[in-house]
């Protein structure tokens, strides 16, 4: 899927909607990372918070083919391993490709929801 500005925007207002908040980009990622964790709503710490925002964005980059799962730490969390460098990204281009991924992640999670 190709990104577009309008997809992007359709995505945040379904993330909006769904979670009745104004859904922003750090929002997203820290609702990916907290599906992806499995630890449901609960109270973070801001540093816990900041983690996991940190696990959406690397579950994503796994999605694009620049991570690789390699297991599980001790505290239960997904480690993961560079394949393609992400450091090489500008951030512009990384926020894109991250976007995109979005799309096509909430697209997967919200459509059974919408049905």
Not at 35 to 44: A, D, S, W
Request: with cysteine; proline share 3%.
């Amino acid at each position: 899927m190709e990104y577009s500005e309008e997809s992007w925007n359709e995505t945040v207002l379904k993330v909006s909607k769904h979670f009745k908040v104004t859904a922003e980009f750090d929002f997203m990622l820290f609702v990916i990372g907290i599906q992806e964790l499995g630890t449901g709503m609960t109270k973070y710490s801001r540093d816990e918070k900041w983690d996991i925002i940190n696990l959406g964005k690397c579950c994503l980059l796994a999605q694009l083919g620049y991570l690789r799962v390699t297991g599980k730490d001790r505290d239960n969390w997904p480690e993961f391993e560079e394949i393609k460098s992400v450091k090489s990204l500008s951030p512009t281009f990384q926020k894109r490709i991250l976007k995109q991924a979005m799309i096509v992640y909430f697209d997967q999670v919200l459509k059974p929801l919408e049905q």
